[in-house]
Nanobody
Framework: DVQLVESGGGLVQPGGSLRLSCAAS????????VAWFRQPPGKEREGVAV????????RYADSVKGRFTLSQDDAKSTVYLQMNSLKPEDTGMYYC?????????????????????WGQGTQVTVS
C-alpha cells in the first residue's frame, strides 16, 4: 500500500518560513502527481500546490504564488513544500496526497477528489 507521511509543521510568526516534507513509500507507479492541500479551521480543504513526479509540471494556488515552492528528492521519495512569508491565513492542517497521473487530469490537479492516497497531515499555525 502507498503510505505518505508529512512532517515539518509547527508554530511560526507572520513573515516566517517552514518547510514541509511528504515522504512516500510503497509506490509502484512510475509517473504520478503529488499535491499539497490545506484545511483552515472551520473551512473546506483547498489545493495549495502540485508537482508531477517527472518535475516538468508544477502549479500553485493564487494565494501562495511567489511565496511557496515545491521541490522533490527522488532518492528519498520525498516532496518538499517551502513556505516563505507566511501569513495568518496560511494556518491550517496541511496534507499531501498522491495518485497516478492517468487518474489526475492536469486541469484538476488541485482537486482533492482526484486523489486516493493521503497522509495524516501536519499542523501549520501562523500567529
Amino acid at each position: 500500500d502507498v503510505q505518505l507521511v508529512e512532517s515539518g509543521g509547527g508554530l511560526v510568526q507572520p513573515g516566517g518560513s517552514l518547510r514541509l516534507s511528504c515522504a512516500a513509500s510503497g509506490y509502484t507507479a512510475s509517473t504520478y502527481f503529488v499535491a499539497w492541500f490545506r484545511q483552515p479551521p472551520g473551512k473546506e480543504r483547498e489545493g495549495v500546490a502540485v508537482i508531477h513526479s517527472q518535475g516538468h509540471y508544477t502549479r500553485y494556488a493564487d494565494s501562495v504564488k511567489g511565496r511557496f515552492t515545491l521541490s522533490q528528492d527522488d532518492a528519498k521519495s520525498t516532496v518538499y513544500l517551502q513556505m516563505n512569508s507566511l501569513k495568518p491565513e496560511d494556518t491550517g492542517m496541511y496534507y499531501c496526497a498522491t495518485d497516478r497521473d492517468v487518474n489526475v487530469p492536469p486541469s484538476l490537479a488541485l482537486d482533492s477528489h482526484r486523489y486516493n492516497y493521503w497522509g495524516q497531515g501536519t499542523q501549520v499555525t501562523v500567529s
